[in-house]
């Protein structure tokens, strides 16, 4: 643990309508796929924390659900971990998307970021997929409504000035203790990554459902005996039969797909071979029933 002089450490939230990039800057940063990537909205639902340590400084990001106007149980409880998570930390990144218009989901977020007294920075993404010319138009937009304290153009998925972009937020921390030791990349259990990475492959693998329809339970996760291989039992819980049936596919082979995928990301955080079995439950409207969210890990009394 590093506590010698001029050592920096603090926390920063990354917020921002679903969908800007915001898990994708996360793992570029970290270097580690922590946080579940998908082109859909709304996937992120815990605070992931993700962690950056240098010889200078130690970052702990903290990855929030996109911020949107909710619309049932678990959508309240994913913004009111967005909110909280303003109030907590040392500094924030709102990552907004260069390709999309102003709209009234940024001017949602702005009044949110207007109540704080936590420094913010404008991060703006995929600059790689506009003409140089119209970023001036999109930092004059953003410049006009809220006083930021730095803007800072990226591409979160080439690593464009991301670099640049970890200078500034390190200039803006304090000096303070190292909390993490410096191999360690995310606070979360690995139980929880696992989970995230078999719900990941389910999103990308069936495009016609809804991400929040799927929730993902580790019944099991051990080594057997003296054996290398780590054996994993995971049941995916879906609200209708319908889904169910998606997810399972023609004589098993989506189940199969989603396994393979998942268990290559999952032996890469784990170091070791995996046998991962799969199960697919369905619980009807999970997502507005209490119990099943504190099943699934959300839980309102930790915020």
């Known amino acids: 643990m590093s506590n010698q002089k001029g050592f920096k450490s603090g926390f920063v939230s990354i917020i921002g309508r679903p969908n800007v990039g915001k898990s994708t800057l996360l793992n570029y940063v970290i270097g580690q796929k922590i946080a579940i990537m998908s082109d859909k909205p709304q996937t992120t639902r815990n605070k992931i924390q993700g962690v950056y340590t240098s010889a200078e400084s130690q970052i702990v990001f903290i990855d929030t659900p996109g911020i949107h106007k909710p619309k049932h149980k678990l959508g309240d409880f994913m913004m009111k971990v967005a909110q909280n998570t303003l109030r907590e930390v040392d500094l924030v990144l709102y990552v907004v998307d260069a390709t999309e218009a102003f709209g009234s989901g940024e001017e949602f977020i702005i009044e949110k970021l207007k109540t704080t007294s936590t420094p913010v920075f404008l991060v703006i993404n995929k600059i790689d997929q506009i003409q140089p010319d119209d970023l001036l138009g999109v930092i004059e937009t953003y410049r006009t409504k809220h006083d930021f304290k730095e803007v800072i153009p990226i591409s979160a998925l080439q690593g ?45 693998l069936t495009r016609e459902e809804i991400p929040h329809s799927i929730a993902v339970n580790i019944e099991q996760m051990k080594r057997r005996g003296q054996s290398e291989t780590v054996y994993i039992g995971a049941t995916i819980v879906v609200e209708r039969s319908s889904q169910k049936g998606i997810i399972i596919g023609k004589q098993g082979s989506m189940l199969k797909e989603v396994g393979k995928r998942a268990r290559v990301d999952i032996e890469t955080l784990l170091g070791s071979k995996v046998f991962l079995e799969l199960w697919v439950k369905v619980q009807k409207d999970w997502r507005n029933k209490p119990a099943h969210l504190r099943d699934f890990g959300f839980r309102e009394d930790e915020y």
Do not use: W
């Open 160 to 204: 464009n000035n991301v670099p640049t972009l970890m200078e500034q937020i390190t200039k803006y921390l304090d000096e303070g203790p190292q909390y993490y030791p410096s191999d360690q990349v995310t606070d979360h259990p690995e139980r929880f990554v696992v989970a995230e990475l078999i719900r990941e492959k389910v999103l990308h």
